[in-house]
């Protein structure tokens, strides 16, 4: 039984291989690379030596082989994964214009990532770890997804698991109170949020960044952290906020980076560190991961997460 739950889409990323090759014209891609935001989340925390779960549908393609391959090489329990026969692989496809900002087309609530619903969900599986991981871009795909992910905190909730929320949203494509609707039945049992500033200030209605990571504490969540790219992150947690410093290294893919920090997040408090220690470990984490290109590419081992900490 898996420590650490992740449930959601399940895709494959083929990205241009440099700035300025827009997506609307014929050239060339890399790929496909492993990714989803909950599946690269469960497979950081099987690098980092601790046992996970992921929940989810890919089709029996190429594509799915691609994902469950790696799943499985990295030791995630990929036995609640679905290979559907009538859909293909979820899929993104991602260009950079001259700025490094992104453009994408996605193939993913018609494709097989698509089809995970509830009934997908057991409360033995869930109920036998100690931590679930919710990311807010599987509430965004479709309603079944979304039910899915209810369920699973639903039964979380009851057995007393840790519970993680990443907003991860591309708030800009959303009606912000179409988004705080949505992340309402999991903010409400999450003990611990990951926000970017962005984020923060759209699900608290907040005008800075603090005001919003302190609304969501007041609302019951024990531990807010701020996640700030190259400078590490924030945590608020017991009426404090300490700021923790980020590692410096050179960013090749910013992409899977939160979804990173966030599983070393996870497996440095379920190993029983302190939250600003954990913090560092995490911080350290989502730095190896921009150092390599695709999303679940960078996702450290625990060796070389620790060989950075003891520079
Ligand atoms: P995404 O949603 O694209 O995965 P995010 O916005 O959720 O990313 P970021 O703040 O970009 O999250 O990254 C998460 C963490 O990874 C940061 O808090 C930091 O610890 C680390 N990190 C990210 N980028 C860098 C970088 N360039 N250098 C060092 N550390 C980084
Ligand atoms: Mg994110």
Redesign the pocket.
Known sequence: MPEVIALGEALVEVMRPGKGIPLDRPSVFLGPYPSGAPAIFADAVARLGMSSGFIGCVGADPFGRCLTDRLQADGVDASRVEVVTDAATGVAFVGYDEEGGRQFVFHIAGAAAGRLGPEHVDAGYIQGARWLHITGSSLAVSERMRDACYKAVEFATQAGLMISF?P?LRAELMDPDDVRRLVEPVLTHASIV?P?GAEARLLAGEESDDAACWALLERGVQIVAL????A??AIFARGERIEVP????S?VD????????AAGLAVALLQGLDVVQAARF??AV??L??TQQGPMEGAPMQEDVARLLST
């Open positions: 990443d991860n990951l970017s996640k700030r790219g190259a590490g992150s980020g590692f410096q290294v960013e910013p992409t899977g980076a939160g979804d990173c920090y995490a911080n989502g730095a991961a921009v």
